[in-house]
Structures are given as C-alpha cells and as structure tokens.
C-alpha cells in the first residue's frame, strides 16, 4: 500500500509541476502587459492617451511625442510586404505541393551515343537529388538566416546597387525598400504554413475533382484552394504580425525620419525602428525613456490584436460549399471557357518558386563575395592582443546564452507540452486558453521582449549575458512547447498501453518510454531554439548588451557578469557604430554557415525519424 500511494503521489505531483510549466505561457504574456504598460504610463499621463496614438510629432528634446506617423509607416510597409511576400509564399507553397518533381529527368532523343552516355549519366546523378527536399530546405534557410544579414543585404544591393538611381533625391531609403526587404522575410512563414494548410486538405477533393474531367490546374485551384483558405489566411496574418515586429532589417533600410509613407521613396520610421533608435541614449526613469516604452506598448497591442485574430478565422473547411464546388466540376463546357486561368496560375506558381530560390541564391552570393576576403585566423579566433577586432568574445558570449537558455527553457517547454499531449483532455478549454497564449507569446516581436527584459531582468541581473539568457527563455519557449508536442504526438499509444500492462505507472511511462521515443523530435525543438538564439538581436541588445567592438575583449567575455555581445549583435555593432563593415560581412559569412549547419541537423535528424516509422 506505501509502495501504492508512493506512486500516486509522485504522478500528482508531477502532473502538477507539468500545469505550472504550461501556465507558464500564460504569466509571461500577462507579465509582458503589465510591465510594459506599467512603464508606459507616465507618458500617457502627462502627453495624453489619444495625443500620443494620434500627434504626429516625434521631438524628444521638447517632451513632444505622437506616433500616428509611425503607426502609419507600420501598417503602409506591412500591407505592401504581406501583398507581395503573401502572393509569392502561397503560389511558392502551391508549387511545392503539387508541381514541384521529386526527381530531375533529362529527355535526350538524339543518336548520338556520347550524349546518350552523358544524358544518361547525368540523370542517374540527378536521380539522387529530390527537387522537393531541396526546396524545404531553401525555405527553411530564409527563414534562419538573421534578419541583420537581410538588413545588409537590403541596404548594400537594394538600395545602394538599384533604388538610389530610381529616387529623385537619390537616397534609395524609404517606404520600398522597407517592403521588399519585408517581403522576401515573410515568404517562408507564409509559404510553410500555406503548404501545411493545402497537405492538409483531404485528398479525395482532388482525386475527385480529377475523376469528374478537371486537369490538375482546376482542381487545385477551383478545389483544393477554395478548401485550404482558412489555413492560408491564417498564414498571410501571421505574416503581417512577422512583418510589423521586424526590427534590425527594417531599420538599415527604412530611412530612419518621422514622415506620413506618401511615397516609394519617403524615408521613415516604422514603430520598432523607433525604439531601437533611441532606446541606447535614453536617460531611465525620463519621459522619453516612458514615451519609449508606450510605443513599445502600442506596438504590443496591435501584434496582440493581429495574432488573436488567426483564432476567428474557421479551422475547418465547410461541406456545403465544398460540395458545391465538386459537383459544380462535372460541366465540361463550363471549365472550358474557365480553364485558362488556372493555368496560368499554375505557371505562376512556378516562377514565384523561380523568385524565392533566386532570391535565396542572390543572399548567398553576395554574403560570400563579401565575407570570404576578409574572413582571417585573427578575426575568428585572437585573443586579448589581437591587433584589429576579433569574433572570439562573441563566441564566447554566444556559447553562454545558448547554454543558460536551454537549461532553463527545455525542462519547461517539455513539461508543458507532457502536459498538453499526455494529461489534458481533447477539447478542454483550459488546454485552448494555454494554446491561446503559446501562440500570442511566439507572436511577440522581439523588440517587446527587449524591453521586457530591459525592465525587469536587466534590473534584477545587470545588463549581462544572465539577463539575455532569461529573455531568451521566453522567446524559445513556444518552438520548444511545439516541437516536443508534435514529437509526442507521435509515438504510438500501443507503446503507452504496453508500459500500463506491465504495470508502468504515467509518469513512469513518460520518462522510460515515451520521452526516450520522442527524443529526435526534442533534439530537433533543441536544434531549432539554438538557432533562434544566435540569430536574434533586438531582444538582446537591451539584456546582455552591446559592446562595442573596439573595446571587447576575450577576458571580459569570460565572466557571464559582464556585458556582452552576441554574433548577430556584435555584427549589428559593426554597423550601427560605422567601425569596420569589411568585418561585418565576414561575421554575417560565418552566421550564414552556422544556419546552413543547424538545418542540415534537423534535416538529418527528421530523415532518420522518418526511416524508422
């Protein structure tokens, strides 16, 4: 009986130590609001609520402070960003889902038996290569590269190499260059989530669109479209809350003044560029420091507004109309007269598809040309005496944050996912209100965090790697509560039911069988944190801090204590200080073979999941 209630007290108290780690969610976007708005309340008391959301004045050394201006620019870049990204990710996802080959053949009908013998050699070479894995993996690496690196990218070839000539005043900054660098940051959201939202669509839609005489054009696009449309709106919203929570990209490429987006070529400032702005010289507990922090809250509201907004888009796609669409197929005239269309949709798919792997190509090229030269043993790796600036104190740093962060961040994320996958009833509103709030906290910008983390770890820390790592906890917590969800969703019950009948308590199960099943999965939430953690930058220049690279040294960087810089942030420094660009790109090199590493572990690591179902 002691050995009995022994047990059932640690399964009780294990699942409830599981509900506190996925409530967890819960207090972090409530501890977000409240102390930001908290600090924001000064401004708002002596500027005036409806004065600071509506003047259009931005004069710190007069106390004058309005938003409208920038809240403006936000919405005119991330309108224009979601139509263009949107429109390219979609037909991207639907190129990759259905016309996408797996394999490359080449057709040679000549006689001549040399190109016959080297056709034939190249197509058992390309027979190796899967066209489809190739273009996940494109995806995946846009979406891991730093956003710095696009903000280089964006100013050096954009502007300087093109849209300078274009503007009258030849400045090349402004509202365009804002929206294609946004644009081109958004596809891989909205191309991932749109090509899970048409896989996800029953297949008998298509093969029976197929079955009543529609080619493959019609059916996607008359059928399997029409029923994946609200996952693909919930895509293109979850696109515009990436696109307005961008910070370091949109910064080097906005322009940086106060002005109403009349035009292409009107330089501006977008809400988070100008917090970073002016955040580094703000004196604390000023008005500005406060004016600062209600941008920061307005900003969070309108993320707020916009993720919660993907829970009102219906999850499943109506029979009626379904079958109003199917049986409507059956006319062949009808689709005769409509066919075109569709077709050149289908085209389209594909040369949207041509633009994302150019544009990855493009981003590459200019990374490597750039950075390779001046890559050094020096650079990389001098110590303390090395004449010149060194990446040693940011690996350093770099190393410690991911450290501090996973042993902080993986104990809760896979406790509340244990929780959500093994304890919680299917369809209880507890567990949606705690997915509810998974879902806010990924969708808040990284610039909110910063300053989350400003006003309350970097006061209880100092600004030090303690306070970024605490920061950072919370920006990975909803990839790792995901990752490890899905990992446990896919182990088999009779793996569970065989552990009860040899009479296995829950927790025991768990931690003997089911976790050591989903391990891949865990490793792959672990591959993908790290990385977020080294390509993110504004939420932690306000926590551990930004050194500057003249002064930063490898004996300072060794104790956690002190300020330091990241990679994403000490390349950020290049830039912003004017110092060194030659080193910038040879950091933003170095960030590029780090993301490049990190996916071809998760792509190997998923490749034996999936050789072992």
Known sequence: ?????????????????????????????????????????????????????????????????????????????????????????????????????????????????????????????????????????????????????????????????????????????????????????????????????????????????LAMGNTKAQAVFRVVFPAARSGIISALILGIGRAVGETMAVQMVAGGSVNFPTGFFIPIRPLTVNINMEMGEVVPGSLHESALMATGFVLLVLVLIITLSVNLV??????????????????????????????????????????????????????????????????????????????????????????????????????????????AKPGSKFVKIIRTFIDTLAGVPSIVFGLFG????????????????????????????????????????ELREASYGLGASKIRTIFKVVLPSAFPGIATATVLSVGRIISESAALIYTAGMMAVASSSVSSAIDPTNMGSTLTVFMYSFFAEGLAYEEAYATAFVLLIITFVLNLIVYFIQRQVKKKR
């Not at 979601?82 to 991207?92: E, P, Q, R, Y």
């Not at 792997?357 to 750039?370: M, Q």
């Not at 820390?461 to 919370?474: P, Q, R």
Request: glycine share 8%.
């Open 454 to 493: 400003y006003l309350l770890f970097a006061q209880i820390f100092g600004k030090n790697v303690f306070a970024g790592a605490f920061t950072m906890v919370l920006v990975i917590l909803p990839t790792i509560i995901r990752s490890t969800e899905e990992a446990l969703r896919a182990v088999p019950m």
């Open 1 to 209: 009986m002691t050995k009995v209630s022994s047990t059932k007290v640690k399964d009780v108290s294990a699942k409830y130590l599981f509900i506190v780690c996925a409530c967890l969610s819960i207090f972090a976007v409530f501890g977000i609001i409240i102390y930001i708005l908290a600090a924001s309340i000064p401004a708002f008391r002596e500027v005036g609520f409806f004065q600071f959301l509506f003047g259009t004045k931005w004069q710190f050394n007069t106390d004058t402070y309005g938003v409208l201006a920038m809240l403006c620019a936000t919405l005119v870049v991330t309108i224009l960003a979601v139509i263009l990204g949107g429109i390219i990710g979609v037909f991207t996802a639907v190129f990759m889902v259905f016309w996408c080959p797996d394999k490359l053949h080449i057709r040679y009908r000549g006689k001549n038996k040399s190109m016959q013998n080297f056709v034939a050699w190249m197509n058992s070479w390309l027979s190796k290569i899967n066209l489809r894995t190739i273009f996940d993996q494109i995806i995946k690496l846009l979406a891991g590269i730093p956003s710095v690196i696009y903000g280089y990218f964006g100013i050096i070839v954009l502007v300087q190499g093109g849209l300078v000539n274009m503007d009258p005043y030849h400045r090349g900054f402004g509202v365009l260059a804002t929206c294609i660098v946004l644009s081109i940051m958004i596809i891989p959201t909205i191309t991932s989530l749109t090509k899970n939202a048409l896989e996800a669509v029953p297949a008998q839609y298509f093969e029976g669109a």
């Open 314 to 423: 219906p999850k499943e796609f109506k029979g009626k109309r379904g079958e109003k669409v199917l049986h409507g197929t059956s006319g062949e005239v009808v689709y005769r007269k409509k066919g075109l269309i569709p077709e050149i949709l289908k085209y389209f798919g594909m040369v949207c598809a041509a633009i994302v792997a150019i544009a990855l190509f493009a981003v590459i090229l200019f990374i490597c040309i750039n950075g390779i030269p001046n890559l050094s043993w020096g650079f990389l790796f001098g110590g303390d005496n090395y004449e010149g600036h060194s990446l040693a104190p940011a690996f350093l740093t770099t190393f410690y944050i991911i450290v501090f962060t996973l042993i902080i961040a993986l104990p809760l994320g896979i406790g509340a996912a244990i929780f959500l996958n093994e304890y």
